[in-house]
């Protein structure tokens, strides 16, 4: 069975093609600056060279267009005919409080994923416009819909809702969602696997530090805290996002700097976190080096950073009354040795014992961090949305061939 997984943004739609006979990727590929000058499709067939096109993609439709041509083509393509592709799985990252799990795409899905514009009007849009795209080009494909805040829903209350008036829940539905679910999932799945723990009677914290950065609280397999809240600001220091911060700061910085909402707003989720503090850049090699060389900047902006997400991990052990593993993932939790070791070095008390030379290991493969004797583990587990996407819309297309 064929899957073609696509991840649609305002501008761009990445894609992945997979064989679910044995999981394997026969196709990656990118469309980048869809709607404007000298768009660019990078498509990377598997043993095969890259092909780098620039034209004009003015739209989604056009751009779906585009990449099954590509992967038909006599030369680039990986397969003989568009009918080969049996369904399509879309990443959307918000699914409110209807969407507990992935589910196939019907009128009434579509209906309130809209309806649901108001809670992620920079990302559920492109999402439809991505699906609207699908159904065009490959009218009779079943389509599924997989969210990145559907793991979360598992969340109780005390967890998930704000310590403000019941009636802006009620009336507007303003709580804790969290995201990138699909990876604290995936994560959480493989570190049992890895721990030779069933899932159920495990308690874990999964870091998933990327550009954008959340932990969550993993207790018995089901997400029992998380980091991001109403939106992906809260939480963590991330690259360009504040994270955690007194709401009381926004209309205090308003009034002193004459702000406007738009202003504040992107102060907050574009010039913050890493960037700020280190006055570098939000990309944490850079960080690290500038470190290493004495910028006691770039030192701050690690320290603050790490120290968070210690806090994180400590109130979420709290949380769940006890702690088996922490597991690290994304871009930086599955490259940065430093921020890891930063991380575990100070977590003595919980019973984690970094080893150093397992930490420094540069690898693709989910491996301990900790020593044998370690009471509670610390792992990386390389995240893989892509491919738990691919298995939801797998389980859920299956039966309709
Ligand atoms: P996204 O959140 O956009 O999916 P990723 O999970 O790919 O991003 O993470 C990207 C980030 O990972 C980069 O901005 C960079 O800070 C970090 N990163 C990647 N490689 C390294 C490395 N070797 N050392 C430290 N940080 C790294």
């Not at 890259?50 to 038909?72: C, F, G, P, Q, Y």
């Not at 998930?160 to 804790?176: D, E, G, N, W």
């Amino acid at each position: 069975m064929i899957i073609l997984v696509m991840n649609a943004g305002s501008s761009s739609l990445k894609y992945q093609l997979y064989n679910m006979e044995n999981e394997s990727v026969l196709a990656v590929g990118r469309v980048e600056r869809i709607g404007m000058d000298a768009s660019i499709l990078v498509h990377e067939p598997a043993g095969k060279q890259e092909v780098n096109e620039v034209s004009e993609i003015l739209d989604h439709n056009t751009a779906v267009r585009k990449l099954i041509d590509m992967l038909i083509h006599k030369e680039h393509g990986v397969l003989a005919s568009m009918k080969e592709i049996n369904a399509v799985g879309h990443r959307v990252v918000h699914g409110g409080e209807s969407f507990k799990q992935s589910t196939l795409v019907t009128d009434d899905v579509k209906k309130e994923i809209r309806r649901l514009f108001d809670l992620a009007p920079l990302h559920n849009p492109p999402a439809m416009m991505g699906i609207a795209a699908v159904e065009y080009n490959l009218p009779e494909v079943p389509q599924v819909v997989v969210f990145d805040t559907a793991f979360h829903q598992s969340m109780p209350q005390e967890s998930f809702l704000y310590a403000i008036p019941m009636v802006l829940y009620r009336r507007h539905k303003i709580r804790r969602y969290g995201f990138h679910g699909t990876s604290h999932d995936y994560v959480s799945k493989h570190a049992a696997a890895k721990l030779g723990m069933p899932l159920e009677e495990l308690k874990l914290v999964t870091c998933h530090i990327g550009n954008g950065a959340s932990c969550a609280a993993i207790l018995n397999g089901k997400s029992f805290d998380t980091s991001m809240g109403l939106t992906p600001l809260e939480g963590l220091m991330m690259g360009t996002r504040s994270g955690d911060l007194d709401p009381a700061i926004v209309p205090f910085t308003m009034n002193k700097e004459e702000l406007t909402l738009n202003e504040v707003n992107s102060m907050l989720n574009k010039h913050s976190g890493l960037q700020a503090i280190s006055g570098i850049g939000s990309d944490m090699r850079e960080i690290v080096e500038a470190m290493d060389e004495g910028d006691k900047q770039a030192k701050l902006a690690f320290d603050m950073y790490t120290y968070r997400l210690r806090k994180y991990i400590g109130a979420y052990a709290a949380g769940m009354n006890g702690l088996d593993a922490v597991v690290f993932t994304a871009g930086v939790g599955e490259n940065s040795a430093a921020v890891r070791k930063a991380v575990c070095e100070n977590l003595t008390f919980l019973g984690i014992e970094l080893d150093e030379a397992r930490n420094a290991i540069h690898s693709k493969e989910a491996r301990y961090i900790t020593t044998d004797d370690s009471r509670v583990k610390a792992l990386v587990v390389p995240t893989n949305e892509e491919l738990l996407i691919a298995r939801d819309t797998y389980q859920l297309t299956k039966d309709e061939r």
